[in-house]
């Protein structure tokens, strides 16, 4: 089915270990978006591609790296994972001019740093 | 950053029951969207409103948008178990293309 795929789904970490969540998404979407969802929050922006080959911070970027490998791909990585990073997080990707057409949003990975 | 509080957080309720959720900012946005989320998967695009004091209907489902696009509100008649979910706001600034602002969430469960 069309969509944006995550992986992993679960995963735990230790403080102070690293990892890459991998986002894609088969749609021929231009932008992609990177999520943290807490509790009572809502959806905070941590990091956002416009287009192929930009990134640029969004409201929580501290912690996290981006790559936009493609126009498929969007990777999160965590280069040494604290436990205020536990979070669910989520990818999402749409065409310009979101504000008609909305993101399409992946399933999730849910992080757990003990 | 611009905020959208949703109002209220909580909510349960009974089958056949009216509500409303509210969704409030000091800010103007061009336009505001309505997520729905399940447990386990990510927030699916319910309605786009784009001018103020516009209302869309969406089944059940009454969407408006403030007059001055700084809030909106979801009015559901006669709730059945299957709107259970977290209803999400989110907001595209007037400066910012593509971005959106999400809401702090509304977790509805309607109950036989």
């Known amino acids: 089915n069309a969509g944006v795929t995550q992986t992993p789904k679960f995963q735990v970490l230790k403080t102070g270990q690293s990892m890459t969540l991998q986002c894609a998404q088969d749609?021929?979407?231009?932008?992609m978006y990177w999520y943290r969802q807490d509790p009572g929050m809502g959806l905070r922006l941590i990091y956002y591609s416009a287009s192929e080959g930009t990134t640029d911070k969004g409201e929580v970027p501290n912690g996290y790296n981006v790559s936009r490998l493609n126009k498929r791909e969007f990777s999160l990585r965590l280069e040494s994972a604290a436990p205020s990073q536990t979070s669910v997080y989520f990818c999402a990707s749409s065409v310009p001019g979101a504000a008609v057409y909305g993101y399409t949003f992946g399933s999730g990975t849910r992080l757990t740093v003990v | 950053t611009q905020l959208l509080e949703q109002s209220p957080q909580f909510l349960s309720i009974q089958e056949g029951e009216n509500l409303t959720v509210y969704c409030n900012s000091s800010?103007?946005?061009?336009?505001l969207q309505w997520y729905r989320q399940e447990p386990g998967e990510g927030p699916v695009l319910l309605v786009t409103?784009?001018?103020?004091?516009e209302v869309k209907k969406l089944k059940r489902l009454t969407f408006q948008f403030g007059d001055a696009r700084k809030d909106s509100s979801l009015h559901i008649t006669a709730a059945q178990p299957g709107d259970t979910g977290l209803y999400l706001c989110?907001?595209?600034?007037?400066?910012?293309?593509?971005?959106?602002?999400f809401g702090t969430g509304t977790r509805l469960q309607v109950t036989l």
């Open positions: 749609m021929n979407h231009n932008s």
């Open positions: 989110a907001g595209r600034d007037t400066g910012t293309a593509s971005k959106l602002t």
């Open positions: 800010s103007v946005f061009s336009s």
């Open positions: 409103v784009v001018t103020g004091g």
